[in-house]
């Protein structure tokens, strides 16, 4: 599948905080595609506000395995480093309720799993839905986006 945008996001050099975009991390278990880029225009969109881009680039990861696999780790490394590890507040259903940002069921449960051995595996994705993968998606960009945004408060605003 072909994707066009008639307007490109971009890293904007005013960003408060700046985490490698996903292609530029390299996971051991997720093998590095061309298509990666476009997992970049996902959170560029994310944190310019595009709802059409987000929408549009979102369908197309999943149907993607291996491009939700990729957006997950690579949310949960920089959580991690950000955090110190992986807060409740991510992983646990209970704790994720008293949040405002309300992280999806489907990244809850594989944020637990990269809690527990540092990365997901493939076949988590795979035996998921599109719509479970999507939730996923967004889940892990728009954390990063926050992160970038309000640093460690964005969880506990
Ligand atoms: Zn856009």
């Known amino acids: 599948m072909v994707i066009t945008t008639d307007h490109p996001h971009r890293e904007r050099a005013e960003q408060r905080r700046k985490f490698v975009p996903p292609s530029r991390l390299h996971l051991p278990d997720v093998p590095d595609r061309a298509e990666d880029a476009l997992l970049d225009q996902l959170l560029y969109a994310t944190a310019d506000g595009c709802q059409d881009c987000r929408s549009m680039l979102l369908d197309r990861f999943a149907q993607d395995a291996g491009a939700t696999h990729k957006l997950v780790d690579w949310a949960c490394w920089i959580a991690t480093e950000v955090y110190g590890g992986l807060p409740a507040e991510l992983v646990d259903e209970?704790?994720?309720?008293?949040?405002?940002?309300?992280?999806?069921?489907?990244?809850?449960?594989?944020?637990?799993?990269?809690?527990?051995?540092?990365?997901?595996?493939?076949?988590?994705?795979?035996?998921?839905?599109?719509?479970?993968?999507?939730?996923?998606?967004?889940?892990?960009?728009?954390?990063?986006?926050?992160?970038?945004?309000?640093?460690?408060?964005?969880?506990?605003?």
């Open 94 to 157: 209970a704790a994720t309720a008293d949040t405002l940002f309300r992280p999806s069921l489907t990244f809850c449960r594989l944020a637990a799993e990269y809690r527990a051995r540092g990365r997901t595996s493939s076949g988590m994705y795979t035996a998921r839905e599109p719509a479970q993968r999507r939730e996923a998606a967004d889940t892990a960009v728009t954390l990063v986006a926050g992160l970038q945004r309000c640093w460690t408060d964005f969880l506990y605003r």
